[in-house]
């Protein structure tokens, strides 16, 4: 009977390691399943984004050569509609004498500073909304009015109150991405999770705590998501101050070439908005995904 114990106690811990290693082995199967899936989710994805590279590159070029091709045919004007390789000729000539660069800077730094500024106030007053719900109820008709007008009606008035120059360009900027901006992201503010601002007002939360805590972390992807929607928004806004009021800038360039009837040079300006607008969006694009995976971190 004595030895009947031991025995019983080591086929015991005989079938507890055979369960532990078949549980072992179930959750290495799951591990090695799940990195299969992953991997052909990569592959697949890498995939998808080779075709769509690929039938951008793809499409471009047509569009290129059918283009270069009907105007050197005489399918279409070449005096009015031109072709690219007379586009590209004007381009890289402007760039050798150094006369492409004050426009390209000119325009470049007021869309950078419309930008940035168009940004930080717009989320400044869309904070000062939230905070005071009084004052967002007295300038929510504002907003919208302020939001349908035409920005260019406002061109005038800002070159006759700031005069012409880079002032009254950055200000028709600002008319621009400012109301969007603002709309966007208190919307944002007012659409966050009323459970959350429930749990932290329990626990004694400030208002301020609340918003830094709870509202302004919430609201972040549209924060940076409304970064890409203002490169956009800023280029508009800077080229038609430009159209108004510029003496250097590729906007100038594009209505100097009207006046003179030389298409040539305004579709080569618009190329050049189109590459460096590409560069700017592609800049935040990243600054976005880098933004964003640090905050899904957190």
Not at 33 to 39: E, G, H, K, P
Not at 104 to 112: F, K, M
Not at 217 to 226: C, D, K, L, W
Not at 264 to 292: D, F, H, N, P
């Amino acid at each position: 009977m004595n030895d009947s114990h031991p025995r019983k106690a080591q086929n015991e811990q005989g079938h507890e390691t055979d369960h532990q290693l078949e549980l072992s082995g179930i959750q290495e199967d799951r591990v090695a399943l799940m990195d299969n899936l992953y991997t052909k989710h990569k592959r697949k994805s890498r995939s998808l984004s080779w075709g769509v590279a690929t039938t951008q590159l793809t499409l471009l070029v047509l569009f290129i050569g059918l283009w270069e091709a009907a105007g050197r045919n005489k399918w279409i004007d070449p005096l009015l509609f031109s072709y690219p390789s007379k586009l590209f000729d004007q381009i890289l000539r402007t760039a050798a004498d150094g006369s492409l660069w004050p426009h390209v800077g000119a325009t470049v730094t007021e869309t950078i500073a419309g930008f940035a500024l168009g940004t930080i106030l717009g989320t400044v007053i869309a904070a000062l909304l939230w905070w005071f719900p009084f004052l967002s109820r007295v300038l929510d008709p504002y907003l919208v009015v302020l939001n349908s007008m035409p920005k260019v009606a406002l061109g005038p008035i800002f070159i006759v109150g700031l005069g012409p120059g880079f002032m009254s360009i950055v200000a028709i900027t600002l008319s621009v991405t400012v109301i969007i901006t603002t709309i966007n992201i208190y919307n944002r503010f007012r659409e966050i999770d009323s459970g959350y601002i429930k749990v932290v007002r329990l626990f004694g939360a400030s208002r301020l705590q609340l918003f830094r805590l709870v509202i302004l972390p919430g609201s972040f992807p549209v924060i940076i998501a409304t970064l890409k929607v203002n490169v956009g928004l800023a280029w508009v806004g800077v080229i038609v101050g430009e159209f108004l009021v510029a003496r250097i800038g590729l906007g100038y360039q594009i209505i100097y070439g009207f006046q003179v009837f030389n298409f040539t040079l305004v579709l080569s300006s618009l190329v050049v908005i189109g590459i460096v607008a590409t560069m700017m969006y592609q800049l935040v694009a990243a600054l976005e995904k880098r933004l964003t995976e640090g905050w899904r971190e957190r």
